[in-house]
Antibody
Framework: QVQLVQSGGGVVQPGRSLRLSCAASGFIFGNHAMHWVRQAPGKGLEWVAV????????DYADSVKGRFTVSRDNSKNTLYVQMNRLKTEDTAVYFCARDACTFGCAKEGFDHWGQGTLVTVSS | DIVMTQSPDSLSVSLGERATINCKSS????????????LAWYQQKPGQPPKLLFY???TRESGVPDRFSVSGSGTDFTLTISSLQAEDVAVYYC?????????FGQGTKVEIK
């Protein structure tokens, strides 16, 4: 079965860095774009970043552009996000999510999600 | 960015009664060349990640009970739970994927009255 298992997260001071990981199993990782979505405490969902199936293309929300870098290692079936110059407003649960679209996009949306990992940015 | 606005923000419904959630996009998200609405619906229960319910506005994800239904096209969409069950207590989100960034509605919290 499809699994996305996240690691990383924790408490970090403003201005510091953190890297989150998302280990995938149960599907052909290299066939799917992958996303990061975050949820501030008690708030709604905010899309953060996407990396294409081959890792060659990325896109970011304006709120994190220039500070976050999304990447993937298809040989390790793992997705990453490197978060630099963290701000207090980056405090959130971060989810990785699989893009359902493959080869023609008969299906769309985010069809599998990681369990989420809390990032707290605080001095 | 395309803004997705849901209404109401929350609703309380008795068990077995109907719950209706609206989602309005700031732009038309129906792509004329394929006649598809670029909209997904998600359910998020407390302490869990979201779960995909529908994509292409009306295609039901595998395993989603048929008491969940959707309607709408263009800019206005509706998710209906025909007979609310206790396990349906959750926050529901719509999301457009017509144009990046993939924006979500603010969420609608469904509770038992």
């Amino acid at each position: 079965q499809v699994q996305l298992v996240q690691s990383g997260g924790g408490v970090v001071q403003p201005g510091r860095s953190l890297r989150l990981s998302c280990a995938a199993s149960g599907f052909i990782f290299g066939n799917h774009a992958m996303h990061w979505v975050r949820q501030a405490p008690g708030k709604g969902l905010e899309w953060v970043a996407v990396v294409s199936y081959d890792g060659l293309n990325q896109d970011y929300a304006d709120s994190v552009k220039g500070r976050f870098t999304v990447s993937r290692d298809n040989s390790k079936n793992t997705l990453y996000v490197q978060m630099n110059r963290l701000k207090t407003e980056d405090t959130a649960v971060y989810f990785c999510a699989r893009d359902a679209c493959t080869f023609g996009c008969a299906k769309e949306g985010f069809d599998h999600w990681g369990q989420g990992t809390l990032v707290t940015v605080s001095s | 960015d395309i803004v997705m606005t849901q209404s109401p923000d929350s609703l309380s419904v008795s068990l077995g009664e109907r719950a209706t959630i609206n989602c309005k996009s700031s732009e038309n998200i129906l792509y004329s060349s394929n006649n598809k609405n670029y909209l997904a619906w998600y359910q998020q229960k407390p302490g869990q990640p979201p779960k995909l319910l529908f994509y292409w506005a009306s295609t039901r994800e595998s395993g989603v009970p048929d008491r969940f239904s959707v309607s709408g096209s263009g800019t206005d969409f509706t998710l209906t739970i025909s007979s609310l069950q206790a396990e349906d207590v959750a926050v529901y989100y719509c999301q457009q994927y017509f144009r990046p960034p993939r924006t979500f509605g603010q969420g609608t919290k469904v509770e038992i009255k």
